[in-house]
């Protein structure tokens, strides 16, 4: 396994908000002065869509008028891991009390268990792995 530039805390992250100090509603130049260039040309995620992706290996801001509405990891893909997210091992009972405690909203189907709070969303896999985050 390939190492990542940056480690994160799952909880620092959830509860924060922020990415390296980054989170929803700064500039995206913000993003380039922590990542550096992104991996591939800013790509527009429809033909007459004002939204814009920037993609860092398995980090994506999504950014519209030069400001970030969303920060996605993904941990479950193939692409390099430029952010690392470090957590405490789990069962997925653990993280259903563990959110429900927190009031999170919890939707659970067989191949993904997904937690939501206002502006942050995590994705499980049945097994436990965290395999997505999402901050909004």
């Not at 991996?39 to 008028?65: D, M």
């Not at 959110?99 to 067989?110: A, E, G, H, L, V």
């Amino acid at each position: 396994m390939e190492s990542s530039k940056f480690l994160v805390d799952l909880m620092d992250l959830i509860e924060t908000k922020r990415l390296h100090g980054i989170s929803t509603g700064d500039s995206i130049a913000l993003a380039r002065n922590v990542f550096g260039p992104e991996e591939l040309p800013k790509a527009r995620l429809g033909r007459r869509s004002k939204l814009y992706s920037h993609l860092y290996g398995n980090l994506n801001f999504i950014e519209e008028n030069d400001v970030i509405i969303s920060i996605i990891i993904d941990l479950h893909g193939n692409r390099q891991k430029i952010v690392d997210i470090s957590y405490k091992k789990r069962s997925v009972s653990d993280w259903i009390i563990l959110f429900k405690n927190k009031k999170w909203n919890i939707r659970n189907n067989d191949e993904v268990i997904s937690f939501g709070s206002i502006g942050a969303s995590l994705d499980f896999s049945p097994s436990g792995k965290l395999e997505m985050v999402s901050l909004t």
